[in-house]
């Protein structure tokens, strides 16, 4: 068991472009503004240091001018492209560093504002765009570290610091845009991904519950039409008989009790698969199971379903909801596309806990994923042993088992998964129906009185179809 064939998507480290709105860099540049100018204005007025005041406010200047621009030829809602986006950091980068240039260099404290655009960069921007700003971020500092102009109080004193304090000042902003940048990089890749992930499972969740509702209209007009159906069908096997002596008309007569016939076994095929009747809401857990296995068994594996050690007369009814089918349904897919030709479902309960376990005969989970099993966008298991024209080979990207994660979990259950059926206490290659149990298995658990309680909840009175 792994990463589900369906759950293909862009990987989380791509597709960054247009992440960013003009109006939050825009915004993000008005407070920067705002803080330089109480900065200079402070340094000035309070603490009494001498800066050359005109070259700085050109360049907070720039900064204005910038948004003013930007507010002028695009609308405030617009998303920059990856280009736009860098050139707008790039801009930050550079119009900081001289204001830093004119006002101390690393003696001045705020010099640490510098880690902001490369910050921004690593979240928003692509891989390449994100070095190019972080490296242009530490060539900068590196230079102000060697070159900037000296802080003056009135009275022409030099503020300096220590060697060791500036070697360690520029030490740690290097340190910090290389380990911001990771860092944030790493925390929105796992935000995008999980978003994505979200989706998928919002919409697997959506089709199969259109596809339960569409099943149950159909079985429910199978139900309503039954009685007129039947109704037909005597009265034209009645006119039959009373037209034998006239066989044309007798005819016609046995065509509309075939047609009739027809119509009953269209609408029973069309409503095998649900029936809006409030009493199959629920369903007893080996019909469940079947209904959620169903789909897969002609796809080259056995199934193998049972509730070894268990009365299959006292088995518990549960509600037939469309995560529990959905869920276990990607995990019997999972099973099946890396099997080598048998999969088991095995059933048990107790007065307290519900159980189904899903194991194969594959190869089971490398080691090195076992523990990220159920994450959005994890490669692993390649099915290089699967013989060709069998089943497809592919490197799942983890959504499969993340949308049956997330829907199994959302009705009370606990998954366990184990890469080898030899941590299911039977030691590996243990025997089973049909084959060795030697690969992957998965452990779907419920406290029983909450899925037991939800299929009672199912129940109700049935209300008729209005005519």
Same mark, same amino acid.
């Given at each position: ?72 030829? @695009?609308?405030?809602?617009?998303? +920059?492209? %990856?280009?736009? #986006? ?10 900081? #560093? ?59 004193? %030099? ?5 060791? @304090?500036? @070697? ?10 290389? @380990?911001?940048?990771?860092? &944030? ?10 978003? %994505? ?21 159909? &079985? ?20 039959? /008989? /009373?037209? #034998? ?163 199994? /979990?959302?009705?009370?259950? %606990? ?27 998965? +452990? ?7 899925? /037991? ?15």
């Amino acid at each position: 068991m792994t990463q589900s064939a369906e759950a293909t998507g862009p990987d989380p480290g791509t597709g960054r472009a247009n992440w960013v709105r003009l109006r939050t860099l825009v915004l993000l540049r008005w407070m920067a503004v705002a803080g330089q100018l109480t900065a200079i204005a402070a340094a000035v007025w309070y603490f009494d240091i001498d800066i050359r005041i005109v070259p700085c406010l050109l360049l907070v200047g720039l900064s204005v001018l910038a948004n003013l621009i930007s507010g002028f030829l @695009f609308a405030r809602n617009r998303r +920059l492209t %990856e280009g736009q #986006a860098l050139a707008a950091l790039m801009f930050d980068s550079l119009q900081l #560093a001289a204001l830093l240039y004119l006002t101390g260099g690393l003696n001045n404290p705020f010099a640490l504002l510098i880690l902001a655009p490369a910050t921004i960069a690593a979240t928003a921007l692509e891989g390449r765009a994100t070095i190019l700003v972080c490296g242009m971020t530490v060539v900068l500092v590196t230079g102000l570290a060697w070159v900037d102009t000296p802080l003056q109080h009135g009275d022409g004193s %030099e503020i300096l610091v220590s060697d060791e @304090f500036g @070697f360690g000042f520029w030490l740690a902003i290097v340190i910090g845009v290389i @380990f911001l940048a990771l860092y &944030a990089r790493k925390v929105s890749g796992e935000l995008h991904s999980m978003s %994505e992930a979200l989706l998928a499972t919002q919409m697997a969740l959506a089709r199969e519950q259109k596809l339960t509702d569409l099943s149950g209209v159909v &079985a429910a007009a199978a139900h309503e039409l039954g009685t007129p159906l039947a109704t037909i069908k005597l009265a034209s096997s009645e006119l039959a /008989e /009373e037209l #034998a002596a006239m066989p044309d008309l007798r005819a016609d007569a046995v065509l509309i009790r075939d047609q009739a016939d027809r119509c009953r076994d269209i609408l029973r095929a069309m409503g095998r698969r649900g029936n809006d009747d409030l009493h199959m809401h629920s369903a007893p857990l080996m019909a469940v199971i079947e209904e959620a296995a169903e789909p897969h068994r002609d796809r080259g594996a056995a199934l193998h379903l049972d509730a070894p050690g268990c009365d299959l007369q006292a088995q518990p009814e549960v509600a037939r909801r469309p995560e529990i089918i959905h869920g276990l349904r990607n995990l019997i897919q999972n099973a099946v596309d890396f099997s080598r030709g048998n999969v088991w479902v095995d059933l048990s309960w107790t007065d307290r806990v519900l159980s189904v376990r899903i194991t194969d005969d594959g190869p089971g989970i490398p080691p090195s994923i076992i523990d990220r099993i159920g994450d959005p966008f994890v490669h692993g298991r390649h099915r290089s042993d699967t013989p060709s024209g069998q089943r497809p080979q592919y490197e799942g990207m983890g959504l499969g088992l993340f949308i049956a994660k997330t829907l199994l /979990e959302r009705t009370g259950a %606990e998954l366990v998964f184990s890469a080898q059926a030899e941590s299911q206490g039977g030691g590996r290659g243990s025997e089973g129906a049909g084959g060795q149990r030697s690969g992957a298995s998965v +452990l779907v658990r419920w406290p029983r009185a909450r899925i /037991e309680a939800a299929a009672r909840q199912a129940h109700g009175r049935n209300q008729p179809i209005p005519t």
